[in-house]
């Protein structure tokens, strides 16, 4: 495989004369756009036809219910598992389905051998997690049983293959009572043949204060559940400050400690499939960024001819423009940084990587993903 960083002057087909990859397998692989320009700083992945995996993993991907059929259908090759999101449920313990239909995305799934998850989380009429519902249900056995038991039901009706408990920002005080829930869901579920997950907070200490981390318990989930998936992304967000989604760096220290309480053939690697582009000057409370997706910010610097640019230490993409007398920058994700994970995941020796979110088509991420593994 080969990452090519496109230079002053080049074009498509001087690249492809140099590197002796086909022009129309580049455009394709790199999703380029008629008249197929290139921005000076782009990565381009170039298909070398001969790579070879070094090792397998699992591979996971959310994806809401809207999701279009095209891109599911062209990303499903390239998972384990497919991760519906998401079910809520109530203060009663009775489960709400998505709000919609999700039967052709699991018939799809089950027709290309791939294994559709459940999504629980907490999330209220207003699609925030609600950490209150969290208490009323952890902490009242009747409500907990009521909700584990319509998880089962709906396993066996809709062909699901297990659960992923996605549940944020839990108080300190539900800390054990969570363990608690999600041991019985995966014991439970392990009975009749189902697989249990838990998603955690990017923490990099067991006593790390901050309300999106005292509620996670990392030995004691990590025991209780099967597996577990790191979500290390959103350093760079909607409402703060400019920088990188996921920069190696800090995925680093968040899988250093990981791996200390957890043992790594249980964990799962977060990837983000999106970036983020903020006005500036940045103002807390007021600057909000709008998320894009990585082929999406090619386009936007080519139509702002700005230049891309690279932090090392980050291993990220980044580039600034003005648009309406309003300067921008915008952080994203390209085949340089996703090798740095893959590359974190080999060293680790991870269980694999779970996407949030396969909702926009990436062609070249997935095919350096086969270049570098192979698909449980």
């Known amino acids: 495989m080969s990452i090519y960083v496109v230079k002053e002057n080049d074009t498509v087909y001087?690249?492809?004369q140099?590197?002796?990859?086909?022009?129309?397998?580049?455009?394709?692989?790199?999703q380029l756009v008629p008249p197929y320009q290139l921005a000076v700083g782009q990565a381009l992945y170039l298909n070398s036809m001969d790579a070879q995996p070094s090792r397998s993993m699992v591979v996971g991907g959310y994806s809401y219910p809207f999701i279009s059929n095209y891109v599911l259908r062209e990303t499903l090759p390239y998972l384990t598992d497919l991760y519906?999101?998401?079910?809520?449920?109530?203060?009663e313990g009775t489960l709400i389905p998505p709000n919609l239909p999700i039967d052709w995305m699991l018939e799809t799934a089950a027709g290309l051998g791939k294994n559709p998850i459940l999504v629980l989380t907490p999330l209220d009429s207003r699609g925030k997690f609600n950490n209150g519902l969290i208490s009323s249900m952890v902490q009242n056995e009747t409500v907990k049983r009521t909700l584990i038991s319509q998880v089962v039901a709906e396993l066996q009706a809709k062909g699901y293959q297990g659960a992923d408990i996605d549940f944020e920002y839990i108080k300190a005080e539900d800390r054990d009572a969570f363990t608690a829930f999600?041991?019985?869901t995966t014991d439970q579920l392990n009975a009749l043949g189902y697989t249990c997950s838990v998603a955690l907070a990017p923490k990099i200490s067991a006593d790390q204060p901050g309300l999106l981390y005292q509620g996670k318990d990392f030995p004691a989930l990590g025991a209780a559940a099967d597996h577990v998936l790191l979500?290390?992304?959103?350093?760079?967000?909607?409402?703060?400050?400019?920088?990188?989604v996921a920069p190696i760096n800090k995925v680093r220290q968040v899988v250093d400690y990981a791996i200390s309480e957890i043992p790594e053939y249980k964990i799962g690697l977060g990837i983000p499939n999106y970036g983020y582009d903020w006005p500036l000057p940045f103002v807390q409370n007021e600057t909000v960024a709008t998320t894009i997706g990585n082929v999406e910010a090619i386009q936007i610097a080519l139509r702002?001819?700005?230049?891309?640019?690279?932090?090392e230490t980050a291993q990220s993409p980044y580039f600034y423009y003005?648009?309406?007398?309003?300067?921008?920058?915008?952080?994203?994700?390209?085949?340089?940084?996703?090798?740095?994970?893959?590359?974190l995941i080999k060293e680790y020796g991870l269980r694999g990587a779970g996407y949030w979110?396969?909702?926009?088509?990436?062609?070249?991420?997935?095919?350096?993903?086969?270049?570098n593994f192979t698909i449980q």
């Open 231 to 244: 979500m290390t992304y959103e350093w760079g967000y909607k409402y703060g400050p400019p920088m990188a």
């Open 14 to 16: 001087s690249i492809s």
């Open 357 to 371: 979110q396969i909702m926009r088509w990436w062609r070249a991420n997935w095919l350096l993903l086969s270049d």
């Open 182 to 184: 999600v041991r019985e």
């Open 18 to 30: 140099e590197s002796g990859v086909p022009d129309t397998t580049i455009i394709s692989d790199n």
């Open 304 to 311: 702002n001819n700005a230049r891309i640019e690279f932090d």
């Open 322 to 343: 003005t648009r309406d007398g309003v300067d921008h920058v915008v952080w994203y994700e390209d085949v340089r940084s996703i090798q740095a994970k893959f590359d």
């Open 84 to 91: 519906v999101f998401s079910y809520g449920f109530t203060e």
